[in-house]
């Protein structure tokens, strides 16, 4: 059982910078792979970055790749979402997830645990 929560959320101008974490519970953290996906109002919820277990793998979606950095701490059992230059189309709900399976990162249907969302608006 793996348990999830985000913080660092906020209103930001765009072109902003925002740091997203998630604090997980459990003693197996590292055998997890992180995501980060993100909803915006009346859209479907995306995928917008990964990690792996041990940090040494990453994957982002084409909308924020060069922007967005996944990072981790498995000694806190931390997650990290670094995000720079924001756009209002990044205005989203940013929710953190726990896999086992690497290898279905990019869909939501993969993961196993979530957390409860937190609020990110960029203003124009």
């Known amino acids: 059982q793996v348990q999830l929560g985000e913080s660092g959320g906020g209103l930001v101008q765009a072109g902003g910078s925002l740091r997203l974490s998630c604090a997980a519970s459990g003693r197996t953290f590292s055998m997890y792979h992180m995501g980060w996906f993100r909803q915006a109002p009346g859209k479907e919820r995306e995928f917008a970055a990964a990690i792996s277990g041990s940090g040494s793998g990453t994957d982002y979606a084409d909308s924020v790749k060069g922007r967005f950095t996944i990072s981790r701490d498995n000694a806190k059992n931390m997650v990290y979402l670094q995000m720079n230059s924001l756009k209002p189309e990044d205005t989203a709900v940013y929710y953190c997830?726990?896999?086992?399976?690497?290898?279905?990162?990019?869909?939501?249907?993969?993961?196993?645990?979530w957390g409860q969302g937190t609020q990110v608006t960029v203003s124009s």
């Open positions: 997830a726990a896999t086992p399976r690497y290898a279905s990162r990019r869909s939501e249907r993969g993961y196993d645990y």
